[in-house]
C-alpha cells in the first residue's frame, strides 16, 4: 500500500537508519585518522627531542674539549652559546632550542657537584612512545616512563667513542658541514676534529 505521496510504508525509516550508519563510520573513520595523526605528531616531538638534546650534549662535550677549558664543564648554556674565556666568539651550539614536548627553552640543568652544567633534560611528565632501539649514546633511555628521564648529559666515562681534543688541537670556531636540520653553525673556522657542525629548528 502506498502512502498519499507515493511511497511505500517504511522507505522514510530505511533512508534515515541509512543516514545514520553513513554518519556512524563517519565519525568512526575520523575518530581513528585524529588518533593516527596524534600519534604521528606525537614521534616526530619525539624525534625532535632526541636530536636536540643531543645538540646540547655534543655542544657540551665540545667545550669540556676545548683548549681553554680541558676537563672543565660549562657554567650555564650561554656558555655554549659564546664562550667566555675567547676575545672572539667561539660557539658550541647554535642557540638555546625549545623543548619540543613543551614548547618552550624550560629544559631542566643537570649539574655537577661542583655545579658545573653536564647536561640537560625536559620537563615533561609525558610517557615516552619509543622504549627501545636507542643509539649507544642514549642506551640509558631504554624502558624509560618519562621523557624527564631522558637525560642529555656528557659524561666522558660513560661516552661510547667520545672524541677527546688532543694537545693543540683547534677550539670549535668555525664552519663544520651542514647537519640534518640545516648548514653548520660554525661560520669562518674550523671545528673541532672529527666532529661536524649542527643545524637546528626552533
Known sequence: MRTGKGQWPGNAGFTYMG???IILIIGITTSALGRSWKLY?????EKELLWRGHQFRLAIERYYNSPKHRGVYPSSLDDL?????????VRYLRKIYKDPMTGKADWALDRTA???????HSISDQKPLK???????DITFRN????SQWLF??????MPGATQLMPG???ATGGGPAGPHGPGIFPGGPSIPGQGGLGGNQ
Open 19 to 21: 543516514l545514520l550508519l
Open 169 to 171: 688541537a683547534p677550539a
Open 114 to 120: 661542583d655545579d658545573r652544567l653536564m647536561g640537560v
Open 153 to 158: 648529559d656528557y659524561n666522558p666515562a660513560a
Open 81 to 89: 652559546l659564546k664562550d667566555p674565556a675567547y676575545f672572539h666568539t
Open 131 to 137: 622504549k627501545d632501539n636507542f643509539d649507544l649514546e
Open 41 to 45: 605528531a606525537r614521534e616526530e616531538k
Open 144 to 147: 624509560k616512563t618519562k621523557y
